[in-house]
Each structure stands twice: as C-alpha cells, then as structure tokens.
C-alpha cells in the first residue's frame, strides 16, 4: 500500500458524520497518533479479503477514548497472540500467504509502544479464520475551559486622598 493510499485511509477517518458524540481530545504526538491508527487499519484491510468488512469504532468513557479496528480478515490463533505485539514476530508464513502480505513484523510492536508511551494500551481480540478487533485505549486530555464569563460588577476602586 502507497503512502498516498495511505494518506487517503487516514484523512476519511476524519470525514466522520456526528452521531451526537461528545468531543474526545488525547493530548500526544499528532505524528505517532497518525501512526498507530495507520498501523491498525493498514493492518485490518491487507488481512482482509476482497469482499471483507473492516469497522472502525470510536467510545469515549468518563477518562479514556477507545478507538477500535474490527476486521473480518484471517484472524490470528490463539496459541499466537501472546506474540503478536513482540518485535519481529510474523504468524506462520504458510498460514498467512506471506508473499501477498510483506512486512517485518514491527507495526504493532510500535503501536503498543505508542499507546503506552501516551499512558494508553493496545489490546487484541481475535479468532482464526473469524477476524481480529485491535483496541487502542488511551486516556483524555483534561483540557479546562477558558472563563468567558464577565462580572457583574467593575471592582471598586478607592483613591487615596
């Protein structure tokens, strides 16, 4: 996939409708942010077939934000997923169809180390041959609103005499 296949991806997942959602704001890097939602939906679509579905799914809780990547793909096997986040580590390459799908096996090692380096984690759900749902958690920026209140009253000044 290009970087401007890529990019595309990246730029519909802000051409949302609003469903009444309440804002979410997660202060961090804009570029690592950009990074791990890439990682996990570049993930989702190449180990998904044609005719797949992948879901993007955004929650927000009293602190955190889930932002979710559910795909229809391959799935990975449970015996693997206590792996899938280690350095380097690729699932069985004749299971997989690794000519189709190139790659060294760093992406999500580097999505978990984004979502912990922002106070967050990465967590995967996942059947073999039923699809995968890699889940972001990561905490909200606590932003305080600026007063814009003006007071009733101009304090009162005294002169001295």
Known sequence: MSLQDKDRIFTNLYGYQDFGLKAA???????RMR?????????????????????LSLVRTSDEVWFSVRD??????????????????????????????????LGLAISQWIA???????????????????????????VTPVATAIPSEAPATHEAA
């Open 35 to 55: 990074q791990l939602f890439l990682n996990l939906v570049t993930n989702a679509i190449k180990y998904t077939s044609r005719g797949g579905r992948v879901t």
């Open 72 to 105: 229809t793909g391959i799935g990975i096997a449970a015996a693997d997923l206590p792996y899938v986040f280690d350095r380097f580590w690729r699932a069985d390459r004749s299971r997989s169809r690794a000519a189709e799908r190139s790659g060294y096996g």
């Open 116 to 142: 912990h380096a922002h106070g967050g984690s990465l967590n995967v759900q996942s059947r073999l041959g039923r699809g995968s749902t890699f889940t972001a958690q990561l905490p909200l920026a606590h």
């Open 25 to 31: 704001q997660v202060r961090g890097d804009l570029s």
